[in-house]
């Protein structure tokens, strides 16, 4: 068996693609909500036992780790997939060259620490990098086996997996933050649980490399893997330089006061577009010479998203006060404007986040890199002007800088012979649901009769405590009710809107929550 598994993914089946994107879709969507319970559960305890602080000072430590994982595999891990065949001796050439990179990744991260430490001002910035630099070590382990799933589109596999490193991830960072480890838990935490991943991928792989490398096949692909390089570095700008500047700018309580703000609608994009864009990569890499099925791929997929993302972008703004009182409690409510803002914003991020596929897949990961380059210093000066008004000016240049992605949307439809008129088309839907949606929690928030009934379970005294010898917190149950309505006079809405004037999209979300449900065409 784990033999025929790395043979078999040397000329993936095209064989019943469909039923398959299908059952990894839905194992992957299916794991979502368990995922997002599990990472806002374990913040809910974390939130109270750390500081911003210790959010911040780890926060820093990313940028940097970040930084360096932009060489961790030269897109070799995206080349082993979008390849139409491939053999073992390339498997083993990825693998060994991967291994280098990430041995020098981590003397550089150590190296990188020192100056690092410096430009943020705090030393504690020497050892947490120091340790959190392993993890490049570990994860280049990672990249043939986990190239070996997603060629043969085992997404069951790879959903169920993460899925326990999440619980470890929580549990390790919750009990050495129970220990009082302060920002250590979440280095320690993320490490431990990443390193299990790694093992648990590897066994069920069953691939070990020989020791020989193709040194043509590495240097064909160098052209290729610049521009996976180019695209990354870019990307990282751009989803990074707004933590650097609050960073240097108002130091590490207000970068970590911006970092669970931004973390959310984070979560969002992670959690829904994420699994998605595992699934269809190496489905549209399979596609590639198929642009009817090409295109259909895209046009659902994108639909699919839409309806999820957009409706859950504006919620969560809508509900941001309620939402940072109930899980993380009164130290952080300075968060609440800043994640009013950034929902939208991660929205909007999680809505674009398909096109990418459709470059890697094609092969033009250089185009994307070409258009990514000319919006940078776009993204740059928004950033830097938007801190001139603080904190709350950069979440909103962080809104602005989505502009640029109507043109990546432009460049990606030619691609597949398609247009912007269809993309938008089909996103349309779910815009004027979302809409219908937001405006529905306003009227209902305004409704004299519901705010005179929660007013009077606050006037009541009612209250739920939780409390022992290391916690202690209430939570009004005000809040608990007012969360409530919201929630469901949105989803109400938004459904109800969708069935009489979208019935195509509507049938779409029952087919969703179906295949969710039975896991029909997994087997």
């Not at 036992?49 to 959010?55: H, I, S």
């Not at 691939?207 to 390089?229: C, D, E, H, M, T």
């Not at 409704?447 to 916690?471: A, D, M, R």
Request: hydrophobic share 55%.
């Amino acid at each position: 068996m784990t033999k025929n598994l790395v043979q078999l993914s040397f000329n993936p089946s095209k064989e019943n693609i469909g039923n398959r994107v299908i059952a990894g879709a839905s194992w992957q969507f299916g794991l979502t909500a368990v995922r997002i319970l599990i990472t806002m559960g374990s913040t809910v305890f974390l939130a109270r036992l750390l500081t911003p602080g210790d959010y911040g000072l780890v926060a820093m430590s990313n940028i940097v780790t970040e930084m360096a994982a932009l060489f961790a595999n030269l897109g070799f891990g995206q080349i082993l997939i979008q390849k139409k065949i491939i053999n073992r001796l390339h498997f083993d050439s990825i693998f060994w060259a991967s291994a280098l990179i990430g041995f020098i990744l981590f003397i550089l991260t150590v190296l990188i620490s020192f100056p690092a430490a410096w430009f943020f001002e705090q030393n504690e910035l020497i050892a947490v990098l120091s340790v959190a630099g392993l993890n490049f070590i570990f994860r280049e382990l990672y990249v043939v086996p986990n190239a070996i799933l997603h060629r043969l589109l085992l997404f069951k596999i790879e959903a169920l997996i993460m899925l326990l490193q999440l619980i470890l991830r929580a549990l390790f960072s919750i009990y050495f933050a129970w220990l009082g480890w302060g920002y250590w838990s979440l280095v320690i935490g993320p490490l431990l649980s990443g390193l299990v991943e790694i093992v648990c991928v590897v066994l069920y792989v069953g691939y070990y490399p020989r020791l020989r490398v193709n040194k043509a096949f590495i240097r064909s692909n160098l052209r290729q893997n610049g521009s996976y390089l180019g695209s990354g570095v870019l990307h990282y700008l751009m989803s990074n330089f707004d933590y650097i500047v609050v960073g240097r700018r108002f130091g590490a309580e207000q970068l970590g006061f911006y970092q669970m703000a931004y973390s959310l609608p984070d979560e969002l994009r992670n959690r829904l577009s994420g699994p998605l864009q595992r699934v269809l990569f190496p489905a549209f890499s399979l596609l590639q010479d198929d642009l009817v099925a090409f295109r259909r791929g895209v046009e659902k997929s994108q639909r699919f998203l839409s309806i999820a993302v957009l409706p859950i972008g504006a919620g969560l703004a809508l509900t941001a006060e309620e939402v940072v009182l109930l899980l993380y409690g009164e130290q952080w409510r300075p968060v609440i404007p800043l994640l009013q803002i950034l929902a939208i914003g991660g929205a909007l991020r999680a809505l674009f986040s398909l096109v990418g596929s459709i470059y890697y897949a094609c092969g033009r990961a250089d185009l994307a890199f070409k258009i990514n380059l000319y919006a940078t210093p776009f993204v740059v000066t928004c950033i830097f002007l938007g801190s001139e008004w603080g904190v709350k000016g950069i979440a909103w240049a962080m809104i602005v800088v989505m502009l640029p992605a109507f043109i990546t949307v432009y460049f990606a439809m030619k691609l597949i012979d398609s247009s912007v008129f269809t993309f938008y088309k089909t996103i349309f839907p779910a815009v004027i649901a979302t809409l219908f949606m937001a405006v529905m929690i306003l009227i209902f928030s305004h409704i004299e009769l519901i705010k005179y009934l929660i007013v009077l379970l606050e006037t009541n005294g009612i209250y739920f405590s939780v409390f022992n010898s290391y916690l202690d917190w209430y939570v009004n149950l005000q809040i608990i009710a007012t969360l409530f309505i919201k929630v469901g006079v949105g989803i109400i809405s938004y459904i109800v809107f969708i069935a009489i004037f979208n019935k195509v999209i509507f049938i779409d979300i029952l087919m969703i929550v179906k295949s969710i449900l039975y896991r029909r065409g997994d087997k």
